[in-house]
């Protein structure tokens, strides 16, 4: 199984705003093929960079940075923020506990 971890992060138009992180969410898929149609439809236009972890070789590319521009229409005023989603791919097996 392949496991999303998605942190969003976002933060208010202007220069001296910093990101601050609102969501934190696990997404499970049986292959390959059903991540890459899920980053596409939920991810069309965003602009991707490459997510890397510090490991005591080589960093690691584990994952994809999605950044964006967001809204919210569901009230007035309208707010509008720039949004940073955090995307690491991760591989879960399923394990049998024993003697618990």
């Given at each position: 199984?392949?496991?999303?971890k998605i942190t969003s992060t976002g933060k208010s138009y202007g220069k001296d705003q910093k990101f601050s992180q609102?969501?934190?969410d696990l997404r499970?898929?049986?292959?390959?093929?059903?991540v890459k149609a899920f980053l596409k439809e939920q991810y069309p236009k965003a602009k991707r960079t490459k997510m890397y972890m510090?490991?005591?070789a080589e960093p690691k590319h584990i994952g994809y940075?999605?950044?964006f521009r967001n809204a919210d229409y569901s009230h007035v005023p309208i707010q509008k923020w720039?949004?940073?989603d955090w995307v690491?791919?991760?591989?879960v097996t399923t394990i049998t506990p024993k003697g618990v």
């Open positions: 199984m392949i496991q999303l609102f969501s934190d499970n898929f049986k292959s390959m093929t059903e510090e490991t005591n940075v999605y950044k720039i949004q940073e690491e791919f991760r591989e």
